[in-house]
């Protein structure tokens, strides 16, 4: 399939059938590799992946994504990259695609990864900026798709932060017709711009009451209420205890709902071990399923 867009960088680049498509896929080369079968797709192909920030699953996932699809991943922390002593985004971007066949970046300001995608040759994804993390969407709606065997027409409850992870899912929700409903504390919303343009194109309810939003729900979705990029410690206190997910929040949601975190969790803080530890939780699956779909996703940048 061919993508209409270059990069990835929020996820409201790519259309419903685009989605589809990639999760679909996604959902074969799953398949495939539990059947022990390798097809080199991206044979000869690098990949480049800038980190100013830390990673677990993004770094591994894109790796070992690259390496199974015949190709090389290359790591790059920002410290150990002229950048780190000044060298422009624009003029290391220019000469990585001299380089590498796509570049995966996680920064700081969403505008450098903006920069980076404007300046490469290559296609650009982004592995998490402050404001979105469109890679993580792909595996969550390939997680709900797996265990719900559809996406359009289910209810999503994000309880917490309204942080890049939550825009990111907006826009995965409203393209694939997923009802998602959010709460927050006061303060705590997701970008108004995302919501703005979003809510044209589907539903989506704010509030500051998790136990409204949760009523009914397929899935729940928390997160950390402290991401990387948030200095002050005292947030936490903002969001405790009412924006816990805890055993008698996840009871209000469908009695075969199921529990969502992107990871890194903060247990006894955004959610309690005995939902992540508990029959609903999906965590595992989500994390594994950031492999499949970023490798689906890398087949269609990579239009192979
Ligand atoms: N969910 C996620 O992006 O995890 P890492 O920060 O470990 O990459
Ligand atoms: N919101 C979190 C997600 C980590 C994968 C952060 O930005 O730190």
Known sequence: MKLKTKNLL?????????????????????????????????????????????????????????????????????????????????????????????????????????????????????????????????????????????????????????????NSMIYGCVKTGIDISIATPKGYEPDRNVVKESKKVGEIQLSNDPALAVTDADVVVTDTFVSIHHQATNRTKDFLPKFQVNSSLMKKAKPDAIFLHCLPAKRGQEVTNSVIDGSQSAVWDEAENRLHAQKSLMISLLRV
């Open 10 to 166: 929020t996820l409201n680049e790519l259309d419903k059938k685009e989605i589809e498509e990639i999760l679909n896929n996604a959902i074969k080369l799953k398949k495939d590799l539990k059947a022990g079968i390798y097809k080199p797709l991206l044979k000869n192909k690098t990949l480049a992946m800038i980190f100013q920030k830390s990673s677990t699953r993004t770094r591994v996932s894109f790796e070992t994504g690259m390496y199974q699809l015949g190709g090389h991943a290359l790591h790059l922390s920002f410290e150990e990259l002229q950048l780190a002593r000044g060298e422009t985004i624009e003029d290391t971007a220019k000469t990585l695609s001299r380089y590498v066949n796509i570049i995966m970046a996680r920064v700081y300001s969403h505008d450098e990864v903006e920069i980076l995608a404007k300046s490469a040759a290559v296609p650009v994804i982004n592995g998490l900026s402050d404001s979105f993390h469109p890679c993580q969407i792909l595996a969550d709606l390939m997680t709900i798709k797996e265990k719900k065997k559809k996406l359009t027409g289910l209810k999503l409850a994000w309880i917490g932060d309204g942080n890049n992870v939550c």
